[in-house]
């Protein structure tokens, strides 16, 4: 009984040994945790900006509804008088 707890006595010491050279990491990592959520946060953000469309995506799709509306917009200027001449209808 004596032996078993000497051998007891020993693998505590080194259980705290083990304890003590452990605790210094486990904060070092606690003190990490907030840093890594937000770098985890900001990837996140980052792949939602990369789907989004650049600024010549905007650009041509800016120039594309110029180029429907601007014959759209001088069709409806020119073609009712021409309508309305040929109808003989007086606006």
């Known amino acids: 009984m004596e032996a078993r707890v000497e051998r007891l006595g020993r693998d505590m010491i080194e259980v705290k040994a083990t304890l003590a050279r452990l605790e210094p990491m486990i904060v070092s990592i606690y003190a990490q945790i907030p840093y890594?959520?937000?770098?985890?946060?900001?990837e996140a953000v980052?792949?939602?900006l990369a789907r989004k469309p650049g600024y010549g995506a905007?650009?041509?799709?800016?120039?594309?509804?110029?180029?429907l509306t601007a014959p759209a917009m001088s069709a409806g200027a020119i073609y009712p008088p021409l309508v309305y001449k040929a109808w003989h209808i007086t606006p």
Do not use: N, V
Request: net charge negative; proline share 0%.
């Open 46 to 48: 980052r792949g939602e």
């Open 36 to 42: 890594l959520a937000i770098t985890a946060e900001l």
């Open 58 to 67: 905007m650009w041509s799709m800016g120039i594309a509804l110029f180029a």
